[in-house]
T-cell receptor, first 112, second 113 residues
């Protein structure tokens, strides 16, 4: 079983729709959860960062973590064509475990 | 807004040659990382570096790889004898602490022929 599983897509939705992106993980040591956005041939850009279970909101983006189910989500409201990118979930462990473990990324296209 | 920068943006080299990839992390950051992404695959951790020494390295980071912080601003990744399978996008990242998020540079695309 892979440490982090993420549906690679591609996912296409119409402009204005709510997008739901998800990752599951198997390693209970993961304590920090991040979502990065990556445009083609560019570096990952940090979107959201959460530590505890629950929801965290930032503008049109909401990150959700359920540690009991080992499941994280990113919701995008009122999706825009500029949101078209690959979305990567990433995780890291507790203090002293610094590396990020990434999912494969979900390729998202918002159709105008 | 401060950002991580990387040079060169593209590098083409012959198999067996040495390459040095350069990074300038965000100025008040203390932790430095290299990741790579083979085309179509996920981003993979290579090495982390703190206080002038390697903190952690992956299985990928074998004796052909080395990292260095030669001065107060640069952070380099050296591949001594490149192989075809080293062709990938290499990302440098930095963070202010090991508990804080990592910020990534734009990457260097390495092609080994």
């Amino acid at each position: 079983q892979k440490e982090v599983e993420q549906d690679p897509g591609p996912l296409s939705v119409p402009e204005g729709a709510i997008v739901s992106l998800n990752c599951t993980y198997s390693n209970s040591a993961f304590q920090y959860f991040m979502w990065y956005r990556q445009y083609s041939r560019k570096g990952p850009e940090l979107l959201m960062y959460t530590y505890s279970s629950g929801n965290k909101e930032d503008g049109r983006f909401t990150a959700q973590v359920d540690k009991s189910s080992k499941y994280i989500s990113l919701f995008i409201r009122d999706s825009q064509p500029s949101d078209s990118a690959t979305y990567l979930c990433a995780m890291s462990g507790s203090f002293g475990n610094e590396k990020l473990t990434f999912g494969t990324g979900t390729r998202l296209t918002i159709i105008p | 807004e401060p950002e991580v920068t990387q040079t060169p943006s593209h590098q083409v080299t012959q198999m067996g040659q040495e390459v040095i990839l350069r990074c300038v992390p965000i100025s008040n950051h203390l932790y430095f990382y290299w990741y790579r992404q083979i085309l179509g695959q996920k981003v993979e951790f290579l090495v982390s570096f703190y206080n002038n020494e390697i903190s952690e390295k992956s299985e990928i980071f074998d004796d052909q790889f080395s990292v260095e912080r030669p001065d107060g601003s640069n952070f380099t990744l050296k591949i001594r004898s490149t192989k075809l399978e080293d062709s990938a996008m290499y990302f440098c990242a930095s963070s202010r602490s090991s508990q804080e998020t990592q910020y990534f540079g734009p990457g260097t695309r390495l092609l080994v022929l």
